[in-house]
């Protein structure tokens, strides 16, 4: 919850947190800390490798500088040294394609004014880098935030004793790897859009997990999906949807998995007063922003969602203020 008391600095100082946001994001859209890798260059260099205007790129590497992004000496700009593998695009454990994806999602929320009296999400505007650019970053974007954390999580949910993953919707791997590092003798199917299949198969290149996962394109929505499996995977997707769409995929996975399986879904869940946690209700306006009925449920809504389709004994596995919260269920 916000800071109280409220005064009238504070409700100022919160609306001006844009402009940090605008300008973390131009930078992150121009690729700027990958162009100077560990170089330092003058606003005149950065200005024509990254084709822009020069006084627009000398104000705004100034404010990166100010903000502590970059490194001003002489006239010239650098990384800091310990940013530079988070900010460059090359670096395994970037966070370049979260802020990418965040530039893009601003100028959607700069509209919620007209959303709210419409009910009509935005128009999708894509970025300088183009459309499907901007695909890519989103995908490598859910790798970015869950990598760091799948390891954990998946710990947290305890003993697991499944034979085979079905991971819906799961983009480049991310979880299926961390379920398969804690489920030697396990194997895993991963059924996403070709695009997000694409990222997998080169994120399992080398891992030396890749003969132990089936990819299968397909739309979760469009397609049946894949059987043979005795627990599901459902991460950070039903926000996304209505509840309506939601008891469709989850309808498609009990018909999926055997009986005895199970199903995991990773996302936020609500209070019942939808007020808590501060994440979640600010979540659901990025879903009002970008999608037809996108929004976060609470428990009972998952329970009665799950129940509608077969499932038994929901519940809430994992409790988190963010985006890893779990319900589980079974198949009987």
């Not at 994806?101 to 419409?118: D, E, I």
């Amino acid at each position: 919850m916000p800071e109280l008391p409220m005064s009238r600095e504070r409700i100022l100082g919160l609306m001006s947190g844009f402009r940090t946001s605008c300008v973390i994001g131009a930078a992150a859209e121009l690729d700027l800390w990958t162009t100077l890798g560990d170089q330092c260059l003058s606003a005149i260099e950065l200005a024509e490798r990254l084709g822009c205007d020069r006084r627009a790129v000398t104000i705004l590497l100034d404010a990166v500088a100010a903000l502590g992004l970059l490194e001003k000496q002489d006239e010239r700009y650098c990384v800091p040294e310990p940013l530079r593998g988070w900010l460059a695009a090359d670096s395994e454990k970037t966070i370049l394609p979260m802020l990418q994806h965040m530039g893009n999602l601003l100028r959607g929320w700069s509209q919620l004014g007209l959303v709210a009296k419409t009910g009509k999400p935005t128009a999708r505007a894509p970025s300088i880098r183009g459309p499907e650019a901007d695909r890519a970053s989103f995908i490598a974007a859910m790798h970015s935030i869950s990598g760091p954390m799948a390891d954990d999580l998946v710990k947290r949910l305890g003993p697991l004793g499944f034979k085979h993953l079905l991971d819906v919707g799961g983009a480049s791997g991310t979880w299926t790897l961390a379920f398969l590092r804690a489920a030697p003798s396990a194997t895993a199917t991963i059924f996403d859009l070709p695009d997000a299949i694409e990222q997998a198969r080169e994120r399992l290149a080398g891992t030396g997990l890749a003969r132990r996962v089936t990819l299968v394109p397909g739309d979760f929505y469009a397609n049946e999906l894949p059987g043979n499996a005795d627990f599901a995977w459902i991460s950070a997707i039903c926000h996304q949807h209505s509840r309506e769409r939601n008891r469709e995929l989850f309808r498609k996975v009990f018909a999926a998995i055997k009986p005895g399986g199970r199903i995991a879904i990773r996302d936020i869940v609500m209070a019942e007063s939808r007020t808590e946690p501060l994440e979640g209700a600010l979540f659901a306006i990025n879903m009002l922003v970008n999608t037809e009925s996108g929004g976060t449920f609470t428990l009972d809504e998952y329970a009665a969602d799950l129940r509608a389709v077969g499932f038994q004994n929901p519940r809430l596995v994992i409790k988190d203020e963010a985006m890893s919260s779990v319900v589980a269920a079974e198949k009987r």
